[in-house]
């Protein structure tokens, strides 16, 4: 009798130790996912800020991260600003155009520019980018899409842009 107290015993302690494996798994894995997808987030969100510039001075999105990354530590936004009042008819409004760069105004977050492409939390794999012009309403409209191609979780693959609507919404959004 002592035998099978022992063994129940021990068979009882094992699927204890097997049930808290089972119910910490699910929550150690949201809690790493959630650590993950934030520095991602954040890079998507870096990644469209600059797709944003890029768009706005040259009238179309970059269809690769090469030129991006040279648009970002080379590029230039063109700031005008009206001086006048442009409700007063008899007033004269002067436009003073100025330079500022791209890199210190967008890159101040700490994600270093050359990293722009790289997914974070992996080895080196890249993010997918693709831009181009779709229409929409008889309208061409300049697209950009870029995909998370390593993401911790399968099921929840994150994306900023997309390539058939004219959109620069994050699916986490």
């Given at each position: 009798m002592k035998i099978i107290n022992i063994v129940l015993s021990v068979v009882i302690l094992l699927l204890a130790a097997y049930l808290y494996y089972i119910i910490s798994q699910p929550i150690k894995?949201?809690?790493?996912?959630?650590?993950?997808?934030?520095?991602?987030?954040?890079?998507?969100?870096?990644?469209?800020?600059?797709?944003?510039a890029f768009k706005a001075e040259n009238?179309?999105?970059?269809?690769?991260f090469n030129q991006l990354i040279d648009f970002a530590k080379n590029g230039q936004f063109t700031v005008v600003k009206r001086i006048g009042n442009?409700?007063?008819s008899t007033a004269v409004i002067v436009r003073?155009?100025?330079?500022?760069?791209?890199?210190?105004?967008?890159?101040?977050?700490n994600i270093p520019i050359d990293s722009l492409p790289i997914i974070p939390f992996t080895n080196g794999?890249?993010?997918?980018?693709?831009?181009?012009?779709i229409e929409k309403?008889?309208?061409k409209v300049p697209v950009f899409e870029v995909i998370d191609t390593e993401p911790f979780d399968k099921?929840?693959?994150?994306?900023?842009?997309?390539?058939?609507?004219?959109?620069?919404?994050?699916?986490?959004?």
């Amino acid at each position: 009798m002592k035998i099978i107290n022992i063994v129940l015993s021990v068979v009882i302690l094992l699927l204890a130790a097997y049930l808290y494996y089972i119910i910490s798994q699910p929550i150690k894995f949201q809690k790493e996912k959630e650590v993950r997808y934030t520095k991602v987030i954040e890079q998507l969100k870096q990644i469209r800020t600059t797709q944003l510039a890029f768009k706005a001075e040259n009238g179309k999105y970059s269809q690769d991260f090469n030129q991006l990354i040279d648009f970002a530590k080379n590029g230039q936004f063109t700031v005008v600003k009206r001086i006048g009042n442009t409700d007063d008819s008899t007033a004269v409004i002067v436009r003073d155009t100025t330079y500022i760069s791209v890199k210190d105004s967008l890159f101040k977050n700490n994600i270093p520019i050359d990293s722009l492409p790289i997914i974070p939390f992996t080895n080196g794999a890249k993010f997918s980018l693709e831009a181009g012009i779709i229409e929409k309403g008889r309208v061409k409209v300049p697209v950009f899409e870029v995909i998370d191609t390593e993401p911790f979780d399968k099921k929840d693959v994150l994306k900023v842009g997309s390539m058939t609507e004219p959109t620069n919404a994050g699916n986490w959004e």
